[in-house]
């Protein structure tokens, strides 16, 4: 089969589109597990300077029980939101996405990506899913990024893109 070769730059916007159709959240998994673990840490260390603030200022045993238990279960979930919401991400992309063209062909052994002074070669046995809308094609990997396409990379020429889209969906099969 001829190879099909196709390039274009990402815009921010088609960066961002890649990272919601790929990503499952707004708050990574591990943001997540620290959050919950040092907002146990920050709840202990509250109530103990509560208490001895409490103690200090005369209160009953009964109340610098009460207040520090109260003030450090706000604490911990205090900080628990205000770490997560800290952990958003914000950014999409890593590199060079939009600042390099990014080159596809589509080769009789898989797919071969450039941009900029990286390559990368994927088996057509590689390819784990291939979805396509009206803006974009989105490919997924087995043990790599995905990859989208915005359809204006193809200037207008339907029957390239279709072309391109069905080489993809024939080895991802």
């Not at 900029?116 to 046995?125: K, S």
Request: glycine content about 8%; overall charge positive; cysteine-free.
């Amino acid at each position: 089969m001829p190879a099909i070769a196709i390039s274009g730059q990402l815009t921010p916007k088609d960066v961002k589109r890649l990272s919601s159709l790929t990503r499952s959240g707004t708050v990574g998994p591990t943001a997540v597990y620290y959050a919950g673990a040092t907002a146990s840490v920050i709840s202990a260390g509250m109530a103990l300077m509560a208490k001895a603030a409490f103690e200090l200022a005369g209160f009953t045993p009964y109340w610098q029980w009460f207040l520090s238990a109260l003030l450090a279960a706000m604490a911990g979930i205090v900080w628990y939101l205000i770490f997560t919401r800290w952990s958003y991400r914000h950014s999409h992309g890593r590199a060079l996405e939009t600042e390099v063209a990014t080159e596809i062909e589509l080769v009789d052994t898989g797919l071969v990506i450039r941009r900029g002074p990286v390559e990368t070669r994927i088996q057509w046995d590689g390819i784990a899913d291939v979805r396509d809308t009206r803006k974009h094609t989105l490919v997924t990997f087995v043990g790599a990024d995905a990859l989208i396409v915005p359809d204006s990379w193809f200037n207008g020429d339907k029957a390239a893109l279709k072309t391109f889209q069905d080489r993809l969906k024939r080895a991802g099969n």
